[in-house]
């Protein structure tokens, strides 16, 4: 817009991206501190400079004399991410589904969801504690902080598969229909695969919000902890770079999962860009709803939230 | 399933049945979790036992004491501060990649930049300040090797500063990314007919950017307010113990489980930030934005 000329950028370009890089850096600068200073020698303290490099802390990470139980933690951690983005993806996809139709309590539902969204998280902990309590039964990790996140992740899940279903052209539901496909039919051969990349956007927040999660799961947790929580343990009790070591651990974990995800939408997309150019029919029906469904503007989708 | 065609377009029971999972997950873990907060706020305590009762003393004790409204104060400086270091990131960032980015496939990539912290763990960024802002932190090193201090600087770490450097690092992008979404939306047909008509840079930001990207203005600040005023762990480690929240109070009670007086004072926090998210979406009609 401002940009009109061709030749150059105006001086508001170079201002702002310079903004815009201050901004990253400050982002990420931190982090970077701490995955550095993972690797200090075993004389190594919590600040810089760094005493040696070596990989001492990661190893007292599994001596389990000081850190804790974190092998258990870390599998517990993994287990409730994937039961919770399962949970959430096919309770999303249920639900964006349901909100293409008129029915009552509609906005009850919706409102509820930005409730729970926007709800403090320990207050949300205490209240599903609460309730653990009151009915006798005992707090697990697999139930009442599953719940908790669920609380978390499906508000998230609801809005992405608002921002995917608005994007959706209902055109290839309704030619299916009319070549005789039954409706779970259109569902799982025509709906899905099209809006597939915004649902892998919404196993990512399922997974990665589940994984992080402290504040609601702190009270519902009962007696094992997820490894949030024993990071948080140790951050009161542990003055070593075995911590930093854990974090470092951890964010490659989410580096890993952010990046398979991104990654499998990327493909998904190159892959239909490419079957596009093949077919120029396909251009003219579906030239909006197809590439720009979901996966170029997954980051959109998700932004939604 | 495959209903006669004159049924389908009467009532149906199929947004019922798909929308159930999701509703009975919300009614169950926090409905009821929300409703018995409420309840336990009117229960009596005896040393560590609830006492089912009805009794105003968890209220009254909360509101006589002078301790409550430092609390809120505090916990409303920062949610303020916060909210207006992050409004002003989340304009200008969203600005420069909407406006001047001129490629669709640089705008996603270093939008996505922006967004991956937000999938990686909270407290592992929050503690990663401590390096850096520490009495011996990197920081502190540096001002003294180019001379530009003599000490190191004892405000950098454990203090206002530092518990509002990390709710900006943690929670920016709330802002960032409703903000992003509302300017991506914007017709350039539009501002191409501003600056047409002669209208400035500035003139562009304030009549046609800022009126169109209100919805993601709005509930970027609904996110960052409702984060700021229910964060507890933020204020305790990066303040060193040295300031409190709400929140952070309430933690301390719930740990000596001191469950009635907590709920009382979940109850009161509650209801101050519906009040200030019920401003916000009176000014701007914040669902339209959301269900796309």
New interface residues.
């Given amino acids: 817009?401002?940009?009109?000329s061709s030749n150059g950028?105006?001086w508001?370009?170079y201002a702002?991206?310079a903004?815009?890089t201050l901004?990253?850096l400050?982002?990420?600068?931190?982090?970077s501190?701490?995955f550095i200073?993972s690797f200090q020698g075993p004389n190594g303290g919590?600040?810089?400079p760094m005493n040696g490099v070596s990989l001492h802390w990661f190893g007292a990470l599994f001596a389990q004399q000081r850190s804790g139980d974190f092998v258990g933690s870390f599998s517990r951690s993994i287990t409730l991410a994937i039961l919770v983005l399962v949970m959430t993806v096919?309770?999303?996809i249920?639900?964006g589904?349901?909100?293409?139709?008129?029915?009552a309590?509609?906005t009850a539902?919706?409102y509820?969801?930005?409730?729970?969204l926007?709800?403090?998280?320990?207050?949300?902990g205490?209240?599903?504690g609460?309730?653990f309590q009151?009915a006798g039964i005992r707090p697990a990790w697999f139930s009442s902080a599953l719940?908790?996140q669920?609380?978390w992740t499906?508000p998230f899940g609801?809005?992405i598969m608002?921002?995917v279903?608005?994007?959706f052209n209902r055109v290839y539901e309704e030619a299916a229909r009319d070549l005789g496909a039954?409706?779970?039919q259109t569902l799982w051969h025509v709906v899905l695969p099209i809006l597939l990349p915004g649902i892998i956007g919404v196993a990512?927040?399922g997974f990665?919000?589940s994984y992080?999660e402290?504040?609601r799961t702190v009270?519902p947790i009962g007696s094992r902890n997820t490894l949030?929580l024993e990071?948080?343990a140790m951050?009161t009790d542990v003055t070593s770079p075995a911590?930093?070591a854990l974090?470092t651990l951890?964010?490659a974990v989410?580096?890993v999962?952010?990046a398979a995800a991104?990654t499998s939408i990327a493909l998904i997309q190159r892959r239909r860009a490419r079957r596009q150019r093949g077919h120029p029919d396909a251009r003219r029906g579906g030239a909006e709803a197809l590439p720009r469904t979901a996966g170029?503007?997954v980051?959109?989708d998700?932004?939604?939230? | 399933?495959?209903a006669p065609q004159a049924a389908s377009s009467r009532f149906?029971s199929?947004?019922?049945?798909?929308?159930a999972?999701?509703?009975l997950?919300?009614?169950?873990?926090?409905?009821?979790?929300?409703v018995?907060?409420v309840v336990?706020s009117f229960f009596d305590l005896d040393k560590f036992d609830i006492i089912p009762t009805f009794v105003l003393t968890n209220y009254s004790e909360l509101l006589s004491s002078p301790l409550t409204y430092t609390l809120y104060a505090k916990t409303l400086k920062y949610a303020l501060i916060v909210w207006a270091i992050t409004l002003v990131?989340g304009f200008?960032?969203s600005?420069?990649?909407v406006?001047?980015v001129?490629s669709?496939l640089w705008q996603?990539g270093?939008?996505?930049?922006?967004?991956?912290?937000f999938?990686?763990?909270?407290?592992?960024?929050m503690?990663?300040?401590?390096?850096?802002l520490?009495r011996?932190?990197?920081l502190n090193?540096s001002l003294i090797a180019l001379g530009l201090a003599d000490h190191p600087l004892e405000f950098l770490l454990f203090s206002d500063f530092s518990v509002v450097i990390a709710y900006v690092?943690l929670f920016?992008l709330f802002m960032i990314?409703?903000i992003?979404?509302s300017m991506?939306r914007i017709e350039?047909t539009v501002?191409?007919a501003a600056?047409d008509g002669g209208a400035s840079?500035f003139r562009?930001i304030t009549d046609i950017v800022i009126p169109l990207s209100k919805t993601g203005i709005a509930l970027g600040s609904?996110?960052v307010i409702?984060?700021v005023?229910?964060?507890?762990?933020v204020v305790k480690?990066m303040s060193g113990g040295q300031s409190a929240s709400v929140?952070a109070a309430?933690?301390n009670e719930?740990a000596i489980l001191q469950?009635p007086p907590?709920?009382a004072n979940?109850v009161c926090?509650?209801t101050i930030?519906t009040l200030m998210?019920a401003v916000i979406m009176r000014v701007v009609d914040v669902?339209r934005e959301?269900?796309?």
């Fill in positions: 817009m401002v940009t009109r950028r105006p508001t370009f702002l991206a903004f815009f901004f990253v400050f982002l990420y600068g931190p982090m501190a701490i200073l919590l600040t810089f096919v309770i999303s249920m639900a589904l349901a909100f293409r139709y008129r029915f309590c509609a539902v919706f509820m969801a930005i409730a729970s926007i709800m403090p998280g320990l207050l949300l205490l209240g599903v609460l309730m009151f719940g908790a669920l609380t499906l609801l809005l608002f921002a279903f608005s994007r039954r409706q779970w990512l927040f990665t919000l992080d402290f504040p009270i949030p990071i948080w951050t911590l930093y974090g951890t964010t989410s580096f999962v952010i991104l170029v503007r980051g959109a998700a932004g939604d939230a | 399933m495959r149906t199929a947004p019922y049945v798909l929308v999972p999701l509703a997950v919300l009614v169950v873990f926090f409905g009821i979790p929300l018995l907060v336990v990131i200008t960032v600005y420069f990649l406006f001047h001129r669709i996603m270093l939008f996505l930049l922006c967004t991956v912290p999938w990686t763990s909270n407290v592992i960024r503690i990663s300040w401590i390096p850096l520490g011996h932190g990197l090193q690092h920016s990314v409703p992003f979404n991506a350039r501002i191409e600056v840079r562009v609904i996110f409702a984060l005023m229910g964060d507890f762990f480690v929140v309430m933690s719930i469950y907590a709920a979940a926090l509650l930030v998210v669902r959301l269900s796309g």
